[in-house]
């Protein structure tokens, strides 16, 4: 293996590490063997940011490429994938700015809004809210809700919560300190509860708010 | 604990493995306060809703595509 390659830990070396050596050498199918690995996660990624599937399907070629010419500054000393998911986030934000016409789209974009600091629905949902919809409506309302929040917070959500990244290796992805993660995972996740309540909330049941008065009036 | 508190962690509650218990003082303030256990209960079935619908599927066919434009310019790399 070569040195440039930095292994984490002598007898573990991750088969991603071996395939990007195989790659850089020319050999094109370990790269493929990559890309068969990663690209419906990249797919996904990029959709959620930039909620338009043609400019999806462009980032995944796009990260792909870019990672394929950048595989030399690649030192091995994060995962591949958390560095593939740094170039797909890239190229989709910059994908987004193209269709607002120039405007920068950053992964800072609208994150001061105080909306989902604080629950303001408080009705409880149904016991069973997957079974109020079938399939297909349920993904309908899924991705209109996400759709909804700020670049910034959607990117954090669909990383962590969505693809299973660690917080540290979101950050490391995003170029965001922990804390920054952290603050916007939590209004992400706020602001997405917030707004699937409209979908699911108990229509048989007062809302807690009212429920509480009435047994204060008691 | 006030619901401010209580909301300050509730990243790490829904971080936490949900059949670890919570700490006694978050315990304690769910026992009395309906909001704060419908915020912590509602946002945790938020997380698992989204992780387990598959919203973005990306087809047979078009992942065929991509593959071959891939490879195709990494050749003329």
């Not at chain 1, 007062?206 to 008691?218: D, H, I, N, V, Y």
């Amino acid at each position: 293996m070569s040195s440039s390659i930095q292994s984490q830990g002598a007898a573990e070396v991750h088969p991603d590490v071996l395939l990007v050596e195989r790659a850089r050498q020319g050999d094109i199918a370990a790269f493929e063997k990559l890309v068969k690995q990663y690209d419906r996660q990249v797919f996904r990624i990029s959709q959620h940011i930039v909620q338009n599937r043609e400019d999806a399907e462009d980032v995944v070629q796009d990260a792909f490429l870019k990672a394929y010419e950048k595989l030399d500054q690649f030192q091995g000393n994060s995962k591949f994938y958390t560095w593939l998911v740094r170039i797909a986030v890239n190229e989709s934000l910059m994908r987004l700015r193209k269709r607002r016409t120039g405007r920068m789209v950053s992964i800072d974009e609208d994150v001061e809004t105080e909306e989902g600091s604080m629950p303001r629905d408080l009705a409880d949902w149904s016991p069973d809210p997957e079974a109020l919809y079938g399939q297909s409506e349920m993904a309908d309302i899924l991705r209109k809700t996400i759709q909804g929040l700020p670049p910034g917070f959607r990117t954090v959500f669909a990383l962590r919560d969505v693809d299973g990244l660690s917080t540290e290796e979101t950050a490391e992805a995003l170029g965001l300190s922990i804390p920054a993660v952290k603050s916007r995972l939590l209004r992400a996740r706020l602001q997405l509860r917030e707004r699937l309540s409209r979908y699911f909330k108990n229509r048989d049941e007062k809302p807690a708010a009212a429920k509480l008065s009435q047994e204060g009036a008691k | 604990m006030t619901c401010t508190e209580f909301l300050a962690q509730l990243d790490d509650m829904l971080d936490q493995d949900a059949a670890i218990p919570l700490r006694a003082d978050l315990q304690e303030h769910l026992m009395e306060c309906e909001h704060c256990e419908i915020t912590l209960n509602t946002t945790r079935k938020t997380i698992e809703i989204y992780r387990s619908h598959e919203i973005y599927e990306l087809p047979d066919d078009l992942r065929e595509r991509l593959h071959q434009a891939i490879v195709s310019k990494c050749r003329k790399c």
